[in-house]
């Protein structure tokens, strides 16, 4: 039996549940409802891949967020057995329930009450074995009344990985391979242990009252007169029946209280993602009124004072990540990264919110500045405050700034106010501190506040008013300027930069030493009298080790806004005569924001927009971009005086520019209005983008930021390219599929968008001509 997938990209809106739930159906699983599952919480992307169906061998890799499955109804004892990857999912039935954590093992009894749901980075491995291998083999995990889990460890563990192994290479197995593993794993099944670990037995009596009674008290862990007096009135229970609730699963309320506050600070000490708050403020934080005390529990539970449990988990973290050539999180690191919502802190506003513009009329034109306080640098996040509100059909003037500016200070910054703050840099502070998503303490790398992990200056956020989730929201480009040189003797001119970078395509194939290397090219972008403009080089020079005001040494280009120290470099000339780059004016980044809650790498680009690199996206264009939060929150910066399809070094010509938009807002229901991915129009085309993983943060769940550098291909990217090629003709103008596959075949032009972003790009143009008589 071939494999079948789903993947959610390839169809429009009115066909995706449809397909989805055939898909389901054809592995003996079905979607269910509960009132308690919220619209806001299901994902829109859901993805798949199996081999076969119940009651013989199946197996599934699923994605889908927020969603609640079930195994179809049937006769036989072979339970579902389930393997989350990422975050924990449900087994629920009624008011009953038990948490399978991550990479723990669950079985789903075959009665088809019982259902699981998964969270929101919930990647699960779904796996029945053929009833036919169970038949004259008795086990206590057959027939199963009531669901089971098992901890990693031992046994488990190897069949854990068993079946991760499996859905890994599902597609390249084939029929003899099929029957030989299914016999394996049948035979690793009974292994298992004959009664799920203590610890799930205390997490299913969890469910119910106490469970309410833990929830109640993860909520209010930092309220330092929190007891069981007080928890018991929140309930509306007698503090008597509560301790008795809590002794019945082996342990006090006090006992439980202190477990998880040093549960809670050992996540605060070990995540990376973290502030570098004091030992005293993590002890205050967690609800230890006496840091002392603190100190001595803490020591006496994990073995370790907590400065110096945090001391080693930093240097553990240094070494393990093998190097600094790193764009994004490391999977070491990242996995230990606990989101921010997990450890109950809240969200950050990391700019003070700016009031509507609600009284003005639809039209007005908006200049919105570039500076400290309107830039965001290295992430996206659904937590900023916008410092601008805008309504549909409005002009912003926006200026943004190339994060290479620093490569020659003396030609893009000096001079220049709003330049100089936002790349201000001494001893003390920074201009902008925070550049990227990673760590505010930089204790991945010790590089930088954000490492780096995200590069780009992004002017906004600019809040859209009537934009909800659902909606779409259009960006026209009504024209760019470059920003000009304000320094002394060079007032007037124009610069640009291109790094060819240790995350370029050419690194690891450079013919002539040294090898390997970097290097930062200098151009000076010229109008010409027709209209159009070109660049030529100025000069170039090699990267050399560079120490920034702070102390840290970067060997090489590895983080955002390095101040390059005069005469620290080499600079080598033009070639004679010089080329001349045909200008190609364009924002590398227009995003909005994305639905997730962390903050987001600016780096690969996605379902929200972001760093899409393309050319096209320049005077005269528009981009469709679907909204995930309310008020869309839109970002646009990376500026770019010209680039080829590839990007193939790292960069462009990287240029500040001045840019004039109209923002538009199309409301669900309209035809634009599914798209699920930036959309590019031109005066002659749809360009429609495609990555190698179109929404990689539900993906690969908590590791999407460090995953989506790992595993990204150009095959990957043409496939989700056509899908959506295919859908576009088939949703708009009511193609069959063998039309549409016809005419793209024929018609359809594909390129390589970018292969340097991490989620690696390739574009589909279809020309208006193919459709007579289109307006669009």
Sequence with gaps: MPVSRFQSESYSNDQRDLAWREFLDAIGLLEVWSPEILPASLGNYRSGLAHGKMPDLMLARLSATGRELSPIARRGVAPLIVLP????????????????RGRELGLVPTDPGWHIRFGRNSRTVCLTLPEALLLGRRSTNTGLAAPRVFPNESIVSIFAAAIEATAAEMERLHGADWAAVAQQLTDLFFCLPRKAGSDVAQRLAFSGLLGRVAQTIESHLGDNDLNAKTVAQMEGISERYMQRLFKRNGETFSQYLRERRLQRARALLSSPGEPDFSVANVAYDCGFGDAANFNRLFKQRFGQPPGAFRASITEARRESAGGVENRGWPISALGRFQPRATLARPARRLLPAKPSNSTAQPGQTHHLNVGPDTVHWGYFSRSLAPVLSVRPGDHVIVETLTQHATDARELMIKGDPAAEEVFFWDGERKGVDRRGAGPQDASVFGRGAGEGFGVHICTGPIHVEGAEPGDVVEVHIDDMTPRPSRAPGYEGRVFGSTVSAWWGYHYSDLLTAPNPRETVTIYEVHQDDDGSGHAEMLYSYRW????????????????????????????????????????RPHFGVIAVAPREANLIDSVPP????????????????????PVSVRGALLSIGDPHAAQGDGELSGTAIECSMTGRVTIRLHKRGTPIADITYPLIETADAWVLTGFSHP?????????????????SSLDLAMRDAFRKARRFLMARFGLAEDQAIAHISAAVDFGVTQVVDGNLGVHAIIPKSLVPGCKE
Excluded: C, M
């Design 606 to 625: 996605a379902y929200f927009g972001g760093n899409i690199d393309n050319w096209r996206l320049g005077k005269g264009t528009s981009v469709y971009l």
């Design 695 to 711: 929404d990689y943060l539900a993906e690969f769940g908590s590791k999407g930021q460090s995953e989506v550098y790992a595993k």
């Design 85 to 100: 990857l990422d975050e924990a999912i449900e087994i629920v039935r009624g008011d009953e329930g038990i948490v399978v």
């Design 544 to 583: 050399k080790p560079q120490t920034d005001p702070f102390g840290v040494t970067h060997a090489t280009y590895d983080y955002p806004g390095i101040p390059v120290k005069s005469g620290s470099v080499e600079f080598e000339p033009p070639p004679d005569p010089p080329l001349r780059v045909p200008l």
